[in-house]
C-alpha cells in the first residue's frame, strides 16, 4: 500500500482544512487508517484512526469535537476533515495504514501503523 497524503496549507487560527489520502497499489481494505502528526521539536503523536471495518472511530482528545475521519471506498481515500484549527495544531500530518489497529487497544501506537504517507504541512497562523 503506497499512500499519498495532500491537502496541507496556511490558515489562520478558527480555519478549516481537508486533507486527503489516497492509497494505491492496493485497496485499504482490511485496514485500518489514520492520521499522525509530528510539530517542530516535539515527538510525532496520534490524531485520529478509523478501523478496518469503518465502524469505530478513534480521536486524540486534542482534537476531539474538531477533527473528523471519513472515508470513499470507492476512491481508496480517507479524508481528516480539520475544523476551529489551533496553532497548536502546526505539524506536519501523515496518513498510515495498518492491519488490526485495535489489537490490544493500541490503535493510538505508531508502531500499529506500517504504511506511512510522505507527509503533509499544516500550518495555522494566530
Known amino acids: 500500500v503506497q499512500l499519498q497524503a495532500s491537502g496541507g496549507g496556511l490558515v489562520q487560527a478558527g480555519g478549516s482544512l481537508r486533507l486527503s489520502c489516497v492509497a494505491s497499489?492496493?485497496?485499504?481494505?482490511?485496514?485500518?487508517m489514520g492520521w499522525f502528526r509530528q510539530a517542530p521539536g516535539k515527538e510525532r503523536e496520534f490524531v485520529g484512526a478509523?478501523?478496518?471495518?469503518?465502524?469505530?472511530?478513534y480521536y486524540a482528545d486534542s482534537v476531539k469535537g474538531r477533527f473528523t475521519i471519513s472515508g470513499d471506498n470507492a476512491k481508496n481515500t480517507v479524508y481528516l476533515q480539520m475544523n476551529s484549527l489551533k496553532p497548536e495544531d502546526t505539524a506536519v500530518y501523515y496518513c498510515?495504514?495498518?492491519?488490526?489497529?485495535?489489537?490490544?487497544?493500541?490503535?493510538?501506537?505508531?508502531?500499529?501503523?506500517?504504511?506511512w504517507g510522505q507527509g503533509t504541512q499544516v500550518t495555522v497562523s494566530s
Open positions: 478509523v478501523n478496518e471495518s469503518g465502524g469505530r472511530l
Open positions: 498510515v495504514a495498518g492491519r488490526s489497529i485495535e489489537y490490544r487497544g493500541m490503535w493510538w501506537m505508531a508502531n500499529r501503523y506500517e504504511h
Open positions: 497499489g492496493r485497496t485499504f481494505s482490511g485496514y485500518g
